[in-house]
């Protein structure tokens, strides 16, 4: 389950596109601490789920192994309302009213470019993230916005509420080894198809293994049963644990899929 945590002050509204997120200090082990809460309308949470899906993602990510910020669910109470300006109270209450998705901010971090993000992450996780995303069918990992953070020599993946749109036809595309992902807009794409063949032979090997051991039901069903009880829907749930573990117990037909995209 993810910690829930009280804001306690407002610090600066950040760039964030539609979600438009906070920098917020939180009461972690009763000490002040900074995280960026998301704001969602509530027909995105309702048609879209997009806390359940950044939620899920964040934790599958995790369990790959993939560096992310620790998650938390913030709570936005009455005490910490009367501390903002009316600007921020009216943009609050068209929002919608449930606990927010946010996760720790990270100090002293600078977004991803080619120039800078190429001297930091390294090969294999380049091909991880690529991979990942292809798992998770994440459509927000470009060049306009690469949504990972970098810091001294680590990364953090960023901003998956455009993840999982599992559904049938998923788990019928990995029984086929058919691909399925819009896999030419990643960012990291172009990088990978342009490396030497018997580079690219070796592809994925790493991601594989990260695979066979992903643990779906044990990882997802706490985060489920907590967002249902907070009435955050959480869609197909069923379908979700259906094809990650179809991809578990079959991971070489996943990666010859991604194999193929860059070959």
């Not at 390294?122 to 470009?142: G, P, S």
């Not at 810091?151 to 049938?168: C, G, M, V």
């Not at 490396?195 to 032979?201: F, G, M, P, Y």
Request: no cysteine; glycine share 4%.
């Amino acid at each position: 389950m993810l910690p829930v945590y009280r804001a306690i002050q407002k610090v600066a509204s950040l760039q964030g596109g539609t979600t438009r997120p906070w920098k917020v200090i939180v009461l972690k082990d009763n000490t002040p601490t900074p995280f960026v809460v998301k704001f969602f309308n509530s027909k995105d949470i309702e048609d879209a789920q997009h806390v359940a899906r950044e939620v899920f993602s964040n934790a599958i990510a995790s369990d790959l192994d993939l560096s992310v910020p620790e998650p938390a669910l913030i709570l936005l109470d009455e005490a910490f309302i009367a501390t903002l300006d009316v600007g921020d109270r009216e943009f609050l209450e068209a929002k919608d009213s449930r606990v927010k998705y946010g996760s720790q901010f990270i100090e002293g971090s600078v977004q991803y470019t080619r120039g800078l993000g190429r001297h930091i992450l390294d090969r294999y996780e380049v091909e991880n993230i690529y991979a990942f995303d292809n798992l998770v069918h994440n459509v927000d990992r470009k060049n306009i916005k690469p949504n990972i953070l970098l810091r001294d020599n680590s990364y953090y993946l960023i901003d998956h509420e455009l993840t999982l749109p599992i559904n049938l036809k998923s788990i019928q595309n990995v029984r086929a080894g058919v691909s399925f992902y819009e896999y030419r807009i990643h960012i990291f794409y172009k990088y990978l198809r342009l490396a030497k063949h018997d580079t690219k032979l070796r592809y994925f090997e790493s991601f594989e293994d990260h695979l066979r051991y992903m643990r779906p039901v044990e990882k997802l069903s706490p985060l489920r049963d907590q967002l249902i009880d907070l009435d955050h829907p959480v869609g197909d749930f069923d379908t979700l644990i259906e094809y990650l573990n179809l991809v578990k117990q079959n991971p070489s037909i996943f990666t010859k899929i991604l194999k193929n995209q860059v070959l």
